[in-house]
């Protein structure tokens, strides 16, 4: 990939509260189309907003923890365009003086750390959802309009272009929900929330590709677009300004205009909202409300409770997890819980594509597969096998256990199993004893097969050792 790649994300995030922005119709509840909705989401004429203070917090608490200036009075503007989302011509949002500017987020990949710095924060209101019935936006027979959406609070982030690949805009992005979750802004476990545009430039004019959800999809669109735009410029062709969206059934982008300038949306200030002041004696008990964020508290895992830097990176990569951790770190040895939920909890989250609190998982549940590890009753490649199962069902780790028969052999029930693979395998002690490091592998599997999985395979490998070198 071209060394000339920059790519700049505005992306929206929804604000946890429970009612709009400008009006007291619920969030979330009734899912019939145009049932949560007021003269004011709806945009009649006369309607007038009023601010949630929750949302705004919501915003100073974001500005803040990406380390942005926040400006002493805020205010609110029309961006003005003509579509039926959003009836009464306008959305409300932030233009000249928004709730943050010149912050950055810092994240790490493929262990680099990598600064992005942040342009801007502002609050704004979601318009409403368009169904177009019968075909594509050209070509429908008539369009169907949801506003249960509308006036929704979204906070938006612009980054500068500072983002160099796909997936570094992916890391960026998971980096960003991280610090809302810990915020308690946002609800990760609906990645279909985070919406981004991308400008991306590949060394000529920039495109902007629009409407991309999710981490995954932010990867695919740009890893087109950047294709595209090279393909375009071995052709000797030039890349054009314009504004592009992405199709994720096709994974491709296609030209839909080209771009607008900011002046063509025609900004004027709210004229029925007033000026927000943030007051510093508000500000800091905004300030003080924002908890240990991911960063800080993967540099303490390493420091206070001795995990390596990917352990504590995994766990903090899941505000639920992390507060798992931080009970059980209580208890039970520090590391065999960095153990069990670094390694085989993450891996069963990522695999069912859950989030903790999604997962059938709590701390009772993996005290016990703990518990029951601590006192050699499993090994941790059993407790591996339990919480894969008790993950996705709401099952008892000790019943999971005996349905599978797990047990820890260990002592002489081992020490028999040792003898019997070394007398069955002389060929493999052989070569072991004549330095071949990978007949002792061998050897150790044919141990765990025998023990059904149970026998811990550093004890095996330990006992064979002292029993080939007698
Ligand atoms: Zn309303």
């Not at 980054?159 to 890391?171: F, G, I, M, Q, V």
């Not at 993950?391 to 797990?406: R, S, W, Y």
Request: with cysteine; charged share 35%; proline share 4%.
């Amino acid at each position: 990939m071209s060394e000339e790649i920059k790519i700049g994300l505005e992306t929206h995030l929804q604000l946890l509260t429970d009612s709009k922005l400008f009006c007291g119709c619920p969030t979330t509840g009734e899912d019939n189309p145009n049932s949560r909705v007021c003269p004011t989401c709806l945009g009649m004429p006369g309607a007038r907003p009023r601010l949630n203070k929750r949302a705004v917090e919501m915003g100073i608490k974001v500005a803040l923890a990406l380390g942005c200036e926040t400006p002493e009075e805020m205010n609110f503007s029309r961006k003005t365009y003509f579509y039926p989302d959003m009836p009464k011509n306008f959305q409300i949002t932030q233009f000249s003086v928004p709730v943050g500017k010149n912050g950055e987020v810092t994240m790490e990949l493929d262990g680099k750390e990598k600064t992005v710095r942040i342009k801007r924060v502002h609050i704004e209101e979601d318009p409403g959802k368009t169904k177009h019935v019968g075909g594509a936006v050209t070509s429908s027979d008539y369009v169907l309009v949801d506003y249960n959406r509308s006036g929704i609070p979204l906070c938006e982030i612009v980054t500068e272009p500072d983002l160099k690949s796909p997936e570094e805009a992916r890391a960026f992005l998971r980096k960003l929900a991280d610090i809302f979750e810990y915020l308690e802004v946002y609800d990760s476990s609906d990645e279909g929330t985070i919406r981004s545009d991308a400008n991306v430039s590949t060394g000529g004019e920039r495109a902007e590709v629009k409407n991309i959800t999710g981490f995954k999809d932010t990867e695919k669109a740009l890893r087109y677009e950047i294709r595209r735009q090279e393909n375009l410029k071995k052709r000797g062709r030039e890349v054009e300004r314009e504004t592009r969206a992405y199709d994720d059934s096709s994974g491709t982008t296609k030209s839909l205009r080209t771009k607008e300038e900011e002046a063509d949306y025609g900004y004027i200030f709210e004229p029925d909202l007033t000026k927000i002041e943030i007051r510093s004696d508000w500000k800091e008990r905004l300030g003080e409300e924002i908890p240990e964020l991911p960063h800080e508290k993967k540099k303490r895992y390493v420091k206070e409770h001795g995990l390596s830097k990917e352990m504590a990176a995994a766990i903090c990569s899941d505000f639920d997890l992390a507060k798992c951790f931080e009970a059980l770190a209580k208890e039970k040895d520090t590391k065999l819980v960095g153990n069990i939920l670094s390694g085989p909890v993450k891996k069963v989250l990522n695999y069912n594509e859950i989030r903790f609190k999604e997962s059938e998982l709590n701390r009772e549940k993996l005290r016990k597969v703990v518990e029951m590890v601590e006192s050699d009753e499993i090994t941790e490649r059993n407790a591996e096998m339990i919480i894969r199962d008790i993950a996705v069902e709401d099952k008892d780790p000790e019943k999971v256990k005996e349905e599978k028969g797990f047990g820890k052999v260990t002592g002489d029930k081992l020490e028999g199993t040792v003898e019997e693979v070394v007398k069955a395998n002389k060929e493999a002690v052989k070569d072991y004893k004549q330095g071949k490091d990978e007949a002792l592998n061998h050897l150790v599997g044919q141990i765990m097969k025998k023990s059904g999985g149970n026998a811990d395979p550093q004890d095996a490998r330990k006992l064979l050792m002292e029993r080939i070198e007698e």
